[in-house]
């Protein structure tokens, strides 16, 4: 027996060495970067005050455009900009930095600019809930980093400090952005990184420029006796929505946890409500505790839980509301009611959010429903007519939990049972909201089964069971794969809330406290003794991750490294999924120092540990022992291939951004080049926001009409740009903003799959099975065999096929995987609305839990790929009139076009008297394809005035009337010599080959008599809706489209007409008349006014002849002054004489003269 013991002591020796290799060989060892330095990207967010400047960062708060970027274009006069323009600014900057272990960040950095090295920044936008305001997207825009010189003094003649910048754009409707930094190719090896940058709603700038928050007081000192010994607890959110966390359970504290980076920094707030406790005679409160029990986080709004009271308190996000619409201070909701537990909903539905409360006392056997819309909280008491308890005929009953399942419009309620007897026992319930009907599915054993042995256990009934009672305390519920659990001290699990598995892995000796669950086919387990324990679902086994031995060896491991993410004496504060990795928030008491961190739970490092530490052959090799491991993965290598370009599944829309070109030989901007930076990247995605419009141009690209008028010029920018004589030494490079069409895949499944109607997703699966060893004999076949299995969540909506080609050259197996939809679960809908989930699990089978892939971001799991599937009509696809072929063709047929006198290029003109043959596009937004609509559709006039300013609605009764082909009271604006109808004859089918659209305004109509505003003729301004909605069955797509058309020419009323006659025709007449009347009295008017010209001329003429006398008499008497006042007086009376003479003769001649 002397042997044994050397023997053992080395297995234990090589045991330690080889949980020590798997360790360190880790995937951020790879062999081809193993000899690379292990560095990380670091991103900050600065506003424009504080770029340049050494250790400065700030928060998320401000939401509106800066119009300071304007000034700065103004400079840039000989450039492709449009001057007319106003161009507006992010108010912040992404400040990028690098760091590798044991290396000065500052040098790092001057060497990768050297080197070539630029970041390249991804944003991606989450898409809103409320879809009714703002337009469902996947919207991403690509940025390249601009190299900065830091603002401190600097004694080097080039750089001293430097770090990268790009906008952080802002896009309306989402405060959830997702940053992810990658490198160019150039320079150091860097991997990729990913950061939450989110909006902070619950912060105010003050006056002095301090940030304050607005729900409590931030506290600045981390007690050890908030955290030390204290339970953990979950965090509820509504996933991917909420950019606040928040994290209760501090106790005897009325503080929470609040973080908008996903706990990588994080603050303790003291709430500022009034910590009272109301009671009465049906609460059963018997103590009182400042503890926020529960805290739930959804997009904008914040729901605490402190005794039996219930809080909410709205952010302020302008981005999301268009208005200031926070709260202000913390509201008290439910506040006559004994509220004893909030229960979370992780998903929005309909534009909305929810979450649900649970009572006691009065209203025990209720739920009272929330809905969050836009910041909006209302609260309705459910089942309306009856409680629970009545419901299901039972006496006393309690809601232990609800679930809501959205998809179904159902509430799953675990209702705790008392009879008269004493006993109590649980029943899942199913309420629906919309009949008011409640069932009960399942009750639940009274015991824990008995498994025997066996992994899992279908329980019918008809087992055997323990002598442990089942205690259930809540469920959880996967909307992608339908998956339910119910847990307690025991975990069952149901694929449609009736028929259940219970998992035999789980003892049942401990109890659950909390399920988290990653919705991707990972959950993750927390009992009340603070174990951690993991299930993949699609399998049954449970396995053990904290405490276990794979753990023991990690920590060690850990602290050999001196990392500071572990430390002796450390509490799990809370456990939750990011980007489908766990990660632990832990309080660490290291040196008498207490401080928060987070840290990745490393999953498959501890199954791996697991794996061979449980299956191992100790062999002899002539004078010594050897170990062997047994690996249980069928395969070997497995590769993704052939999958389609992601863009036309993955409906991701996404931008391309360069930093304008400066003019400086290190290539360093300034701040006014990063100003124009800002202002083009904000003018491009304001096009993106302004495309959506119902007039397709010409080129279906919203930057077309940026650079449409400046391409001719390209050239001549690159002229001045390449002799360094651009304005403002910037050149702006209108190829470096661009709408993105064509990315490829990368050799991996998409983060989610859009599946329209009888639409398919192809691709395969290559595996090399594994070579059988020599031990086995036998089994040979088993070993070196391998399936592939496709898991769908309702198979009854999709179908999988899979094909099988053996390729025995190369101990391979190529699978091909066809997902298609299967036509008939989903009706029509608008674009990205009311979405139905479902999922797809790829899965090789005996791979669960076996099979592991390094990569540089650390192992990854093999064998098991689930990815969630949405049917209906995908983001980004939209109905457009098609303007362009519409005057072509209408030109084609009515032989003549004729516009309106003044133009409108963006809504030409339609004359009434022509057949108007319409047409429209189906536009894809995402992979910018267009094509003809080759669908039917119904067309109705829903609105319409004279001019655009009084265009009105119509009402329902009136838009039957002005379009169906039933309408008896003459009141069609519009016919068609097309036959086909809707199936209640109401409406008119029209397609791409309809026979036109005749304009007929009858009598009744809005457009009938319509009165010229000028001297042409009249014109009217139809508001138009086409849709295909229930007529059109190739599409889940309900398009809708409104948009306007110009109708000129219309003709007058009869009445109006005859009267427009008769007046012009009475006014032609009259004319006439005058005309002959002055041609017979011409001669005679012609005759008087001679002869009073003639008399005029005599009158004048006598007037002139007095005048010409007296001048004469006055001149002879001056020359005549020198004589004696007798002559003078003889002078003037002979003068005086002859005049009177002549006067007379005057006279008689004038009296004669008529008469001759």
């Known amino acids: 027996m002397s042997p044994a013991g050397p023997a053992w002591l080395r297995l234990r020796v090589l045991q330690a060495l080889w949980a020590l290799l798997v360790v360190l060989l880790a995937p951020w060892r790879l062999w081809a970067i193993k000899n690379t330095q292990e560095c990380t990207w670091q991103v900050v967010l600065n506003n424009f005050e504080t770029v340049g400047k ?28 449009d001057p007319d323009e106003t161009y507006l600014g992010f108010p912040y900057y992404l400040k990028i930095n690098y760091s590798c272990k044991g290396e000065s960040s500052e040098a790092l950095v001057r060497k990768g600019h050297l080197t070539g090295l630029k970041p390249v920044v991804l944003v991606t936008f989450q898409s809103p809930v409320n879809f009714h305001r703002w337009k469902i997207e996947q919207l991403q825009i690509q940025m390249e980093a601009a190299p900065f010189r830091s603002r401190e003094r600097c ?40 950061f939450q940058v989110n909006i902070n709603g619950f912060l105010e700038r003050q006056r002095d420029n301090t940030l304050q928050f607005t729900v409590g007081n931030e506290l600045f000192n981390l007690i050890p006796r908030y955290f030390v010994n204290v339970p953990s607890r979950p965090l509820w959110y509504t996933v991917d929505q909420a950019p606040v966390f928040i994290l209760g359970g501090i106790p005897e504290e009325k503080a929470i946890l609040l973080t908008d980076t996903n706990f990588k920094d994080f603050f303790l707030v003291e709430l500022s409500i009034d910590s009272c406790w109301v009671g009465s005679f049906y609460c059963p409160q018997t103590s009182f505790t400042a503890t926020i029990y529960d805290a739930i986080a959804t997009e904008s709004t914040l729901f605490i839980r402190q005794n039996q009271l219930i809080y909410y308190f709205t952010g302020t996000y302008t981005t999301l509301h268009e208005s200031n619409r926070g709260s202000g201070r913390w509201v008290r909701v439910l506040a006559n009611e004994c509220i004893k537990k909030l229960c979370p909903v992780h998903f929005h539905s309909n534009g909305s959010e929810y979450v649900m409360a649970l009572t006691t006392g009065k209203h025990e056997g209720y739920v009272h429903f929330g809905t969050i819309t836009d910041g909006r909280v209302s609260f309705e008491l459910l089942p309306r007519q009856r409680s629970v308890c009545n419901g299901i005929l039972v006496v006393n009953c309690s809601i232990t939990w609800a679930v809501f399942i959205a998809g179904d419009y159902n509430l799953l309620l675990l209702v705790e049972i008392e009879d008269p007897s004493t006993r109590k026992y649980f029943q899942v319930v199913s309420y629906d909201l919309v009949s008011d009907y409640l069932v009960v599915l399942y009750t639940i054993p009274e015991f824990i089964p008995d498994a025997r042995g066996l992994e899992f256990l279908m329980v019918l009934g008809t087992e055997s069971y323990t002598n442990f009672p089942m205690v259930p305390k809540g469920m959880s519920y996967n909307p992608y794969n339908n998956l339910l659990f119910i847990w307690g001290n025991f975990l069952l699990q149901s694929y ?30 927390v ?20 405490p276990s031995k794979g753990w023991e060896v990690h920590v060690s491991l850990q602290v050999m490294q001196q990392s500071s993410l572990y430390a002796p004496n450390e509490t799990m504060v809370t456990l939750f999924y990011e980007d489908h990795r ?22 498959e490092q501890l199954l791996m540990y697991q794996q061979i530490s449980n299956d191992y052959l100790l062999e002899r090799q002539g004078s010594h022992l050897t170990l062997s491991f047994t690996n249980f993965c069928p395969f070997t290598v497995m590769r993704l291939r052939d999958l389609p370009n992601p863009q036309i ?3 991701q829309e996404r931008y391309r951004a360069q930093p304008p070109r400066v003019l400086e030989p290190g290539g360093f901007h300034s701040d006014n080049s990063l100003a124009v930076y800002q202002g083009l990247v904000y003018y491009l995605l304001w096009l993106h926001s302004k495309y959506d419009k119902p007039y397709a141009d010409p080129v279906h690209d919203p930057t077309w009409r940026w650079w449409k008028n400046k391409k001719q010029d390209q050239d001549y920018y690159f002229y001045l740009a390449s002799n360094w004589r651009s304005a403002g030494s910037v050149h702006v490079d209108m190829a470096s903003y661009e709408k993105i069409y064509d990315l490829k895949a990368e050799n991996e499944l998409p983060e989610r799959i859009f599946l329209d109607k009888g639409t398919s997703y192809r691709f395969s699966v290559f595996l090399t099975a594994r070579e059988p060893e020599p031990l086995h004999g036998p089994s040979f076949q088993l070993q070196s065999k391998v399936g592939l ?53 790829l899965k090789v089978v005996g791979s669960s839990g076996h099979c592991f892939q390094n990569t540089n971001q650390g192992p990854r799991m093999q064998g098991n790929l689930m990815v969630p599937v949405l049917i209906g009509c995908p983001p980004g696809k939209r109905l457009a009139f098609d303007i362009t072929y519409t005057l072509e063709y209408n030109r084609l047929q009515n032989k003549h076009y004729f516009d309106c006198v003044h133009v409108d290029p963006e809504m030409p003109c339609f004359l009434f008297r022509d057949i108007f043959y319409p047409f429209f596009l189906i536009q894809d937004l995402v992979t910018g394809d267009s094509g003809s609509f080759q669908g039917s559709y119904v067309l109705k006039v829903v609105g319409g005035g004279p001019t655009l300013d009084t265009i009105k609605e ?49 009598e009744n109509s809005p457009c009938h008599d319509t009165i010229p505003h000028s001297i042409f003729a009249s014109e009217f301004f139809f508001k138009v809706l086409v849709s295909n909605r229930g007529v059109d069955k190739s599409t889940y797509c309900d398009y809708q489209l409104t948009f306007q058309l110009h109708i000129h020419g219309l003709p007058l009323s009869a009445r109006r007409a005859f009267l427009i006659l008769m007046v012009s025709a009475s006014l032609f007449v009259g004319l006439v008349i005058l005309y002959v009347i002055s041609c017979l009295l011409s001669p005679y008017v012609v005759k008087v006014c001679n002869v009073l010209c003639w008399k005029i001329n005599n009158i004048i003429a006598w007037e002139s002849y007095i005048y010409s006398i007296a001048s004469d008499t006055g001149a002879f008497s001056n020359t005549s002054g020198i004589k004696s006042g007798e002559s003078s007086g003889g002078t003037s009376r002979v003068v005086s004489k002859v005049a009177g003479e002549n006067r007379t003769d005057t006279k008689e001649t004038l009296r004669k003269k008529p008469i001759s």
């Open 496 to 525: 449609n809330s009736k028929n259940f598995i219970y998992l035999a892995d789980f003892p049942k000796e401990l109890s659950i406290k909390y399920l988290v669950n990653s919705f991707y086919g990972d959950t993750a387990i």
């Open 649 to 651: 599944y993955t409906r």
């Open 527 to 546: 009992t009340e003794t603070e174990e951690i324990w993991y299930l993949l679902e699609g399998s049954y086994q449970v396995y053990k991750l904290f």
């Open 155 to 194: 004694n080097a003649e080039e750089v001293c400090l430097m770090s990268w910048y790009t906008p952080m754009p802002i896009k309306n409707g989402s405060v959830v952005m997702r940053v992810d930094v990658s490198s160019n190719g150039l320079g150091p090896f860097i991997p990729n990184k990913r």
């Open 789 to 841: 299995a496709v898991v769908l969540a309702d198979p009854e909506c999709i179908e999988a096929v899979v094909k099988e080609k053996v390729l025995v050259n190369r101990n391979s197996v190529l699978f091909w995987v066809t997902l298609s939809d299967k036509r008939f679960c989903f009706d029509q809908g608008i674009s990205g609305h009311h979405l139905m989930k479902t999922s797809m699990l």
């Open 582 to 603: 766990l990660y632990q928030l832990v309080y660490l008491i290291d040196n008498q120092q207490g401080r928060l961190v987070k840290r990745l739970v490393p999953v």
């Open 954 to 1002: 119509y009402s329902e009764e009136d838009i039957y009337r002005f379009n169906s082909p039933l309408d008896k009271t003459g009141s069609l604006i519009w016919t068609t010599r097309n036959t086909t109808t809707t199936e209640d004859s109401a409406f008119n089918i029209l397609s791409h080959n309809s026979l036109g659209i005749e304009w007929l305004c009858m």
């Open 54 to 81: 050494k250790d400065a960062s700030d928060r998320f708060v401000d939401q509106e455009p800066l119009y300071t970027v304007d000034k700065v274009f103004s400079l840039l006069v000989d450039a492709p900009i």
